[in-house]
């Protein structure tokens, strides 16, 4: 019998670029002239990060400048998700930005659909925030992630764990 071949689908967000985003995102916000005296912030949590900034205008600025930032550094900007901006102390406003991490369940059927909808002859399934998918042929497989490369999904996935 032809031995399986598999790969795992995932979603998840490299930290460490993020942080380098974030830190790369303080030091242009100091040497910006229109930031000069603003007190602007990013603060990075564990799963979130907060921005607080003078007003909406610049906060939004902000927020242009790492995006700028996340996507040189590869960062898909599909994973965030961003809160309701919120007035802070002495009339700034802050912002939360959470990060996606892992594929929720609702997504998971999606691309399970989407992969049986193709008939190609693999199998899909759902562990945990992961989705596993074997096939008899590499080539199948290749197919499959050229199918979800194109499909326009709400968050980016990476091909791990190729068997």
């Known amino acids: 019998m032809a031995s399986e071949s598999s790969f795992d689908i995932v979603s998840k ?9 974030v830190h790369q995102t303080e030091r242009e916000l100091e040497t910006r002239f229109d930031f000069k005296g603003s007190k602007s912030s990013l603060t990075l949590e564990k799963e979130a990060l907060v921005i607080a900034s003078d007003d909406e205008f610049k906060l939004n ?10 996507a040189k550094r590869g960062i898909s900007l ?3 998700d961003y809160g309701k901006i919120e007035p802070a102390s002495m009339g700034s406003v802050r912002q939360r930005l959470s990060f996606k991490q892992g594929i929720d369940q609702a997504n998971a059927k999606k691309i399970n659909v989407l992969i049986k909808d193709s008939k ?23 197919a499959v992630i050229q199918l979800l490369r194109k ?7 990476q091909f791990t764990n190729m068997k």
């Not at 499909?151 to 996935?157: F, T, V």
């Open 13 to 21: 967000l490299d930290m460490q670029e993020l942080t380098n985003a």
């Open 61 to 70: 600025a902000v927020i242009d400048i790492l995006k700028g930032k996340m």
């Open 78 to 80: 599909k994973n965030v």
């Open 120 to 142: 190609l002859k693999v199998k899909s399934q759902i562990q945990g925030d992961q989705i596993r998918v074997t096939a008899k042929s590499r080539d199948d497989l290749q």
């Open 151 to 157: 499909a326009d999904l709400p968050l980016e996935l």
